[in-house]
Nanobody, 121 residues
Framework: QVQLVESGGGLVQAGGSLRLSCAAS????????MGWFRQAPGKEREFITT????????YVADSVKGRFTISRDSAKSTVYLQMNNLKPDDTAVYYC??????????????WGQGTQVTVSS
């Protein structure tokens, strides 16, 4: 059974940093990519970044480029999202997701429960 468990969310002041973690279990050897999405109240879910399981390709949305960095530790089956220079607009529930078929936004079929990130001004 596949499980994705996020951690590291919380409340931070604007300009601060947080690091989210996503620990995966269950048949991770066949995954193509793991990524992060976020959803703010009243807004659609946004695909913000992903990394292929082999680490050869990353995608970062323009909205977070230069501030957010994705990385993975395949030995620990864990993906990280380092978020720097956070802004109030980054406030959202952040979801980890995994894909077996591609890195694009519509390829993710496994999801974590989400972790809240709140950035105060």
């Amino acid at each position: 059974q596949v499980q994705l468990v996020e951690s590291g969310g919380g409340l931070v002041q604007a300009g601060g940093s947080l690091r989210l973690s996503c620990a995966a279990s269950g048949h991770t050897f066949s995954w193509y990519a793991m990524g992060w999405f976020r959803q703010a109240p009243g807004k659609e879910r946004e695909f913000i970044t992903t990394i292929t399981w082999g680490g050869t390709y990353t995608y970062v949305a323009d909205s977070v480029k230069g501030r957010f960095t994705i990385s993975r530790d395949s030995a620990k089956s864990t993906v990280y999202l380092q978020m720097n220079n956070l802004k109030p607009d980054d406030t959202a529930v952040y979801y980890c997701a995994a894909s077996r078929t591609g890195w694009q936004y519509d390829k993710y079929t496994y999801w974590g429960q989400g972790t809240q990130v709140t950035v105060s001004s």
